[in-house]
């Protein structure tokens, strides 16, 4: 019987085209991939220098980078399986991966270290802070990410040309707004206002490659969430004795902890947002029933 690739849904002989996908369907499913579960990309000597190559992809934004020890016991350096390639890619840029076949690339610690310093003096100087760090406790959906930096990034650039226009007129004589002083300072501004936007939209490059795997990944979770975190699961950990803001605290950790269980890779923040969302959906449900 053919099969549709895509939403994997049987079809009966002489049907050769899913209705809902419009793909060709084939004979036999290809093995399903669960792009929730970790894969190990490299190993490290130890937790020190593994921390700081956690630290890089997550700036980078890389959700779900993690240590886990590999099947040798070694200690891995993993990361979902949706952001597989994004990780790669961020460490395809050192020359040293290309001068070694060893999955151990603790040899690359010194490079790591210097990207670190780079872009924490980055961070520093144009006082952006919308990429996940460590410290983050509130998940921001890499979409919006991208949407904001990619935004401020365009509004920089175009106030910078706007205001050397501005200056060029005055220069020129068309104006006189400004004396000589008073251009030097706004042109250092309009400068400055200049690299801000190019510095935001090559964050918004990083984050591009992955915004639809995320989004991919998203779905997959809330389906898994809508299989399993039903309205009796929710109901069962309420208790009447408790007031509505225990509850909300009491029953909200035990869904965490649920999803974190399923998906050990995801960062707190992410299910946090997740729960709450799922939390107050049942809330509501509830008060339109009554």
């Known amino acids: 019987m053919p099969w549709c690739p895509k939403c994997r849904n049987e079809y009966i002989e002489g049907i050769e085209t899913c209705s809902d996908c419009g793909v060709a369907l084939v004979e036999e499913l290809p093995e399903e991939i669960n792009l929730e579960a970790p894969v190990i990309l490299y190993t490290v000597k130890d937790e020190e220098i593994g921390n700081k190559f956690i630290t890089y992809l997550k700036y980078g934004?890389?959700?779900?980078?993690?240590?886990?020890?590999?099947?040798?016991?070694e200690l891995g350096i993993a990361v979902a399986g949706f952001e597989k390639e994004a990780a790669e890619k961020m460490f395809a840029q050192f020359e040293s991966m290309r001068e070694t076949e060893d999955k151990d690339?603790?040899?690359?610690?010194?490079?790591?270290?210097?990207q670190l310093q780079e872009l924490e003096e980055e961070e520093a100087n144009v006082m952006l802070s919308e990429l996940r760090t460590e410290a983050s406790s509130v998940y921001v959906k890499k979409k919006d990410k991208y949407a904001d930096l990619k935004?401020?990034?365009?509004?920089?650039?175009?106030?910078?040309?706007?205001?050397?226009?501005l200056l060029l007129l005055n220069l020129l004589g068309y104006l006189n707004f400004f004396n000589k002083f008073s251009m030097?300072?706004?042109?250092?501004?309009?400068?400055?206002?200049?690299?801000?936007?190019?510095?935001?939209?090559l964050r918004a490059?990083?984050?591009?490659?992955?915004?639809?795997?995320?989004?991919?990944?998203?779905?997959?979770?809330?389906?898994?969430?809508?299989?399993?975190?039903?309205?009796?699961?929710?109901?069962?950990?309420?208790?009447?004795?408790l007031s509505e803001e225990d509850n909300y605290f009491s029953v909200h950790?035990?869904?965490?902890?649920?999803?974190?269980?399923?998906?050990?890779?995801?960062?707190?923040?992410?299910?946090?947002?997740?729960?709450?969302d799922r939390y107050n959906d049942y809330c509501e449900q509830q008060l339109n029933e009554e």
Do not use: H
């Open 61 to 73: 934004g890389i959700q779900t980078a993690g240590l886990l020890p590999d099947e040798d016991g």
């Open 105 to 114: 690339i603790s040899n690359l610690v010194q490079e790591i270290e210097q």
């Open 151 to 165: 935004f401020s990034g365009i509004s920089f650039i175009v106030f910078a040309f706007l205001g050397f226009g």
């Open 184 to 201: 030097l300072i706004m042109g250092a501004i309009f400068v400055i206002f200049l690299i801000i936007g190019i510095i935001s939209l």
């Open 205 to 241: 490059g990083r984050l591009k490659n992955i915004v639809s795997e995320e989004e991919k990944v998203t779905n997959e979770v809330l389906d898994w969430v809508d299989e399993n975190i039903t309205d009796e699961v929710i109901a069962s950990y309420m208790n009447e004795e």
């Open 253 to 276: 950790s035990k869904l965490c902890q649920l999803v974190a269980d399923q998906f050990p890779l995801f960062s707190k923040g992410y299910i946090d947002q997740l729960m709450d």
